[in-house]
Structures are given as C-alpha cells and as structure tokens.
Nanobody, 130 residues
Framework: QVQLVESGGGLVQAGGSLRLSCAASGRAFSRYAMGWFRQAPGKEREFVATISWSGGSSTYYADSVKGRFTISRDNAKNTVYLQMNSLKPEDTAVYYC??????????????????????WGQGTQVTVSS
C-alpha cells in the first residue's frame, strides 16, 4: 500500500511559478513510476507529466506543459516534485500525484495513461489568475 500526499498548491499570478510536492509512504517508492495529472472544473482528468522508477531517467510531458513544467524525484525523501514555471490561467486545476508499478522507459511511455496507476493522492488546488 502506498499513500500519497500532495502539497504546494495555491494562488499565483500568470507568469509565476509553483512547486508541487508529493510525499509517499512505504519503502518501495523507488520501484514506482510517478505521475502528475490535473483536472479543471467541468473537464476530465488529464495527464501532465511522468517519471520512471528508480533513478527517474525517463520523463514525459503533455504538450501543453512541455518546456514549462519539470518533474523530478528524490527517492531518499520518498518525494516527487512538479516545478511549474510560466504559469497560465489555463493551468488552473486540481493537481493529483499518482504511483504506478508499470515500467516506463525511454522508448515508450506506459505511464502516460491514468488507468496504469495504482495509487492516487487527494489532490492540491492550483489557481492561476490573469
């Protein structure tokens, strides 16, 4: 069982930055690929970014955030991060952290789909004002 707790959300002006954190319980954190998803009001949940297990050598991003967001992980702290820069009002959403036992490598993203995830956090609200 893995429990995930997100933090770092808040209100920020367009063009600003936020860093989200997701703290995981359990000893096997490094064996999970981690992902960030988001859900805006009235919309379906969508993929944002994912990082492979262990050293996190493989990362993938949604086209809408590529070049602005960076996902990283610190296995010693059982934490995954999402650094969000140049935020836009359309980034406003509840952001969810998730853990997947699927392998994601450099040639194929198996964890770009929310159905591949085993555990989810409760979410943290990010609001970007114009």
């Amino acid at each position: 069982q893995v429990q995930l707790v997100e933090s770092g959300g808040g209100l920020v002006q367009a063009g600003g930055s936020l860093r989200l954190s997701c703290a995981a319980s359990g000893r096997a954190f490094s064996r999970y690929a981690m992902g960030w998803f988001r859900q805006a009001p009235g919309k379906e949940r969508e993929f944002v970014a994912t990082i492979s297990w262990s050293g996190g050598s493989s990362t993938y991003y949604a086209d809408s955030v590529k070049g602005r967001f960076t996902i990283s992980r610190d296995n010693a702290k059982n934490t995954v991060y999402l650094q969000m820069n140049s935020l836009k009002p359309e980034d406003t959403a509840v952001y969810y952290c998730a853990a997947s036992s699927r392998y994601t490598g450099s040639s194929y993203c198996a964890t770009c789909n929310e159905y591949e995830y085993d555990y989810w956090g409760q979410g943290t609200q990010v609001t970007v004002s114009s």
